[in-house]
């Protein structure tokens, strides 16, 4: 079977696993080996422009009446692990360059597993790598992780400006590239052991400032690509992100959150305060998405011990079972013995939350289907890139799912471009989706693709337009007059940007008539009671009534 997935990350070999410049904080541990040394210059290597990519789209098997474009490639990105884009059109993406240089796996260094099995904190690993590799370290530090700038200056529909927006990501502490969000002027940033928040301050396109919001993910070494994914601001306002079971001890002063072995969800709010843990005991979770009703899922990867992926949905207080102590008992001890990651079951410990379904192989990117843009066939769907290794038994999944009493079960699923190493899936203002392809294999190649998915009328739908534009003009200046009616637009993105600008306004009073109003369309009442609640959260005061 193959492992996790690249997003979710790479691996070299098979076996299990998915897959800035501010002065970074140097480890007291790393401090007593290398400050004396300085680093070594490493080639990044990038690969040249070719037809290649184009050439590739030959091989994709898409639904009928469906077609790819190609609108980014080599070496305008590469090494692609995430990508988002923002409500003008701009795409960001995440590279890689330290994985398998700087970014390790502890099953290529077993001689250091007990050591890094005791591992509490992101000190206490790297005074691991200071034990094991003293004389390694410098060398680390000559590869960067970064997050790429497109942009389709002319409007054609294809990314003809490329730009290095962030970089310098080279502690010896640092993970893989593995999310980003643009948010209003922020851009956020998971990359152990941090969450950056980035801002291009002047609009030139590079970001001039960085804040390291938290910091004290990545406990463990653990596996390639259990690292921190899935950034996404959810109906309630606050911003959302998993970690792999390279756990985490965060604290902001006042408190510590640690979750040293295990994976989990977090969220907080976009200033960064106020951080908790909403499910806990995954594995490596890797992108989060939202359906129309709020309800949040995931996918995670097996451990290669016999065990499935699973499509979780996350649940406040949940927990999934997942320790990282079972990933090196043959058996993989009661998570095995007891099916933890089977569907719910007659023998199953009810502490757990059971998946939704075991599906795919290597889940990685997952979004939801934004209520524009595809045909029909795939209204409602969630799509999942099932990442495993090589292109011609990887793609996007389409997903619908079931009301199962409190939860859900696993309806219908489908494909939507199939033959291509997907690490992400995303949607568009065009309301078009686009796919990233890592290209093949494991490991970096120094390539990266990214492509356009969409019905062959797409084109010429007015409505698309619309929505579009929508998403690109600044709500908060139609006022709530012209606000009210969006919360019931097809277009869920558009919907919850209508919200969150009805709640900067402060309209208490418009989200409260709407929400009451029994003849008013249901998913405009749901957006209303999320306003209700980001204004219930700010103030207490605002509920009464």
Not at 31 to 47: L, S
Not at 224 to 233: E, K, P, Q, R
Not at 313 to 321: P, R, S, W
Not at 344 to 369: E, I, M, T, Y
Request: aromatic share 8%.
């Amino acid at each position: 079977m193959p492992r996790d997935s690249v997003a979710a990350m790479l691996r070299p070999r098979p076996s299990t696993l998915s897959l800035a410049a501010l002065p970074l904080l140097a480890a007291p541990a790393l401090a007593q080996h290398d400050t004396a040394q300085a680093p070594e210059k490493r080639p990044m290597y990038v690969a040249p422009a070719s037809d290649e990519a184009q050439k590739q789209i030959a091989g994709f098997q898409l639904p009928a009446g469906f077609v790819c474009d190609l609108v980014a490639a080599e070496p305008d990105l590469c090494n692609a692990v995430a990508f988002a884009f923002d409500n003008q059109g701009r795409c960001y993406v995440a590279e890689t360059f330290r994985i398998n240089d700087g970014v390790f796996d502890t099953r290529s260094y077993m001689q250091w597993k007990d050591d890094d099995l005791a591992c509490l904190t992101v000190a206490d690993r790297l005074a691991k790598y200071g034990k094991h590799i003293p004389n390694d370290i410098p060398k680390y530090a000559g590869y960067s992780e970064r997050i790429r700038l497109l942009v389709d200056t002319d409007k054609n529909g294809v990314f003809d400006r490329s730009t290095v927006f962030a970089d310098g990501f080279t502690d010896l502490a640092d993970g893989i590239a593995s999310g980003v969000l643009p948010v209003g002027n922020d851009v956020w940033f998971t990359n152990i052991p941090k969450l950056w928040r980035l801002r291009d301050g002047n609009g030139d396109g590079i970001a001039d400032e960085r804040t390291a919001v938290q910091d004290g993910y990545g406990v463990h070494t653990s596996l390639i690509g259990h690292d921190m994914h899935g950034l996404i601001v959810g109906p309630d306002r606050r911003l959302y992100f998993s970690i792999g079971d390279r756990g985490f001890q965060v604290s902001d002063g006042k408190r510590t959150l640690a979750y040293p072995h295990e994976g989990a969800v977090l969220r907080c709010e976009l200033d960064g305060s106020g951080l908790e843990v909403v499910h806990r005991g995954l594995r490596n979770p890797q992108e989060l998405a939202f359906d129309a009703f709020g309800d949040l899922f995931t996918g995670d990867n097996n451990s290669d011990g016999g065990d499935r992926a699973r499509l979780v949905q996350i649940v406040t207080g949940a927990d999934t079972g997942w320790r990282i102590g079972y990933q090196w008992l043959d058996d993989r001890g009661a998570w095995n013995r007891d099916k933890l990651w089977q569907p719910r079951h007659p023998q199953q410990s009810a502490r757990v939350l059971p998946p939704v379904a075991n599906f795919a192989d290597g889940p990685s990117g997952l979004v939801f289907d934004p209520g524009i843009g595809l045909s029909e066939r795939f209204r409602g769907c969630f799509f999942l890139c099932d990442f495993r290794g090589g292109a011609s038994y990887s793609g996007v999944h389409a997903i619908r799912l079931e009301r199962n009493g409190a939860g859900y079960a696993l309806g219908s699923t489908d494909k939507v471009v199939w033959n291509v190493l997907a690490t992400d899936v995303d949607f568009g203002p065009d309301g078009s989706m686009y796919v990233l392809d890592w290209v093949s294999g494991w490991n970096k190649t120094g390539k990266g693709r990214i492509y356009r998915v969409r019905p062959a009328n797409a084109g010429n739908d007015l409505a698309l337009r619309s929505s579009a534009t929508l998403l690109g003009s600044d709500l908060l200046a139609r006022g709530t007059a012209a606000l009210q009616p969006l919360l019931a637009h097809a277009d869920r993105r558009v919907r919850q940007a209508a919200q969150f600008a009805l709640v900067d306004l402060g309209a208490h009073e418009v989200l409260a008539a709407v929400a009451n109003a029994r003849d008013a369309a249901r998913l405009a009442r749901v957006h209303a009671l999320f306003g209700l609640g980001i204004l219930g959260r700010r103030d207490a005061s605002r509920l009464d009534g």
